[in-house]
Nanobody, 126 residues
Framework: VQLQASGGGLVQAGGSLRLSCDAS????????YGWFRQAPGKEREFVAA????????RYADSVKGRFTISRDNAKNTVALQMNSLKSEDTAVYYC????????????????????WGQGTLVTVSS
């Protein structure tokens, strides 16, 4: 399983970015997906997650109402739309996935993910 995250960059506070995670076509529909982030000097933290069927999502309290996770089963991609960005959103963002036996399952714990992408850096200037 390969995960390729992209879309990071430098943005001013209040701006928007859209991250994309390209996943293996062979396993895409069988996996749930999540986004995590790690800021300098901090531990990796959960950001958002989506179920296999796309109907269930979860968000960290810090991003609720600003970030939206979605998946496109036809394109084998998972997106994270980030609006109203704040300086505290600065981090390396990682896409992750794992096989889900049930289509409605969603996972918020990092140890619940087996596959990880390489990360994409988001820098928000204040």
């Amino acid at each position: 399983v390969q995960l390729q995250a992209s879309g990071g960059g430098l943005v001013q506070a209040g701006g928007s970015l859209r991250l994309s995670c390209d996943a293996s076509r062979r396993t895409f529909n069988q996996h749930l997906y999540g986004w995590f982030r790690q800021a300098p000097g901090k531990e990796r933290e959960f950001v958002a997650a989506i179920s296999r069927n796309g109907y269930n999502t979860r968000y960290a309290d810090s991003v609720k109402g600003r970030f939206t996770i979605s998946r496109d089963n036809a394109k084998n991609t998972v997106a994270l739309q980030m609006n109203s960005l704040k300086s505290e959103d600065t981090a390396v963002y990682y896409c992750s996935s794992n096989y889900a036996r049930r289509p409605e399952w969603v996972q918020v714990a990092s140890d619940g993910y087996q596959y990880w992408g390489q990360g994409t850096l988001v820098t928000v200037s204040s």
